[in-house]
């Protein structure tokens, strides 16, 4: 079980929004930054959001995130094929004195 | 340009060791805290290590706690992990991360097979 909880899989039609909750506590999304990756088989992990709710330069803005109290979300709007992939939320943990990462999420865009 | 090139895996038994490498450039390796990620075959990432950019601090997931050792070698900009009584649980495909704005740069990854 991960300590900060995705849901497994989203789905939604070409060019619609899709929102993808991370839950985690007070001793990590509560008191340190969100990040989020989006993660295709046999590459590198691509940082889409941190500090979280900012983006890194060359991320499109139909990437966006947020957080609230324990829990941080991804939003991502108009919907591409080329969006999917899984998607991952990362805090550093306080209590553990470790980074965790949500359990991911697959995008299916269909 | 800024680039992280990991090497080192393998196939390996049961109780045996294995030094994965991760090579900086392009960025002032010295300047940065790195971090090491796995992923198992059909699971998710994995946070497995971390070191402070000035080698002050290091922290393991429980996971490899005890067994794992994330180093760092400036003079080199390389960061490492060794892995001691590896577990076929410990398989996984090895990524470096540098830590900027969150984890803005990533290696390609290594793989490791433990197995007899």
């Known amino acids: 079980q991960s300590v900060l909880t995705q849901p497994p899989s989203v789905s939604a039609a070409p060019g619609q929004k899709v929102i993808i909750s991370c839950s985690g506590s007070s001793s990590n999304i509560g008191i340190q930054p969100a990040s989020w990756y989006q993660h295709l088989p046999g590459t590198a992990p691509k940082l889409l959001i941190y500090?979280?709710?900012k983006r890194p330069s060359g991320i499109p803005d139909r990437f966006s995130g947020s957080r609230s109290g324990t829990s941080a979300t991804l939003g991502i709007t108009g919907l591409q094929t080329g969006d999917e992939a899984d998607y991952y939320c990362l805090a550093w943990d306080e209590s553990l004195t470790a980074g965790v990462f949500g359990g991911g999420t697959k995008l299916t865009v269909l | 340009q800024v680039q992280l090139v990991e090497s080192g895996g393998g196939v390996v038994q049961p109780g045996r060791s294995l030094r994965l490498s991760c090579a900086a450039s392009?960025?002032?390796?010295?300047?940065?805290?790195m971090h090491w990620v796995r992923q198992a075959p059909g699971k998710g990432l994995e946070w497995v290590a971390v070191?402070?950019?000035?080698?002050?601090?290091?922290f393991q997931a429980d996971s490899v706690k005890g067994r794992f050792t994330i180093s760092r070698d400036d003079s080199k900009t390389s960061v490492y992990l060794y892995m001691n009584s590896l577990r076929p649980e410990d398989t996984a495909v090895y990524y470096c991360?540098?830590?900027?704005?969150?984890?803005?740069?990533w290696g390609q990854g290594t793989t490791v097979t433990v197995s007899s």
């Open positions: 991360a540098r830590q900027g704005a969150g984890l803005d740069v």
């Open positions: 070191i402070k950019y000035d080698g002050s601090s290091r």
């Open positions: 392009g960025f002032t390796f010295s300047s940065h805290t």
């Open positions: 500090d979280n709710d």
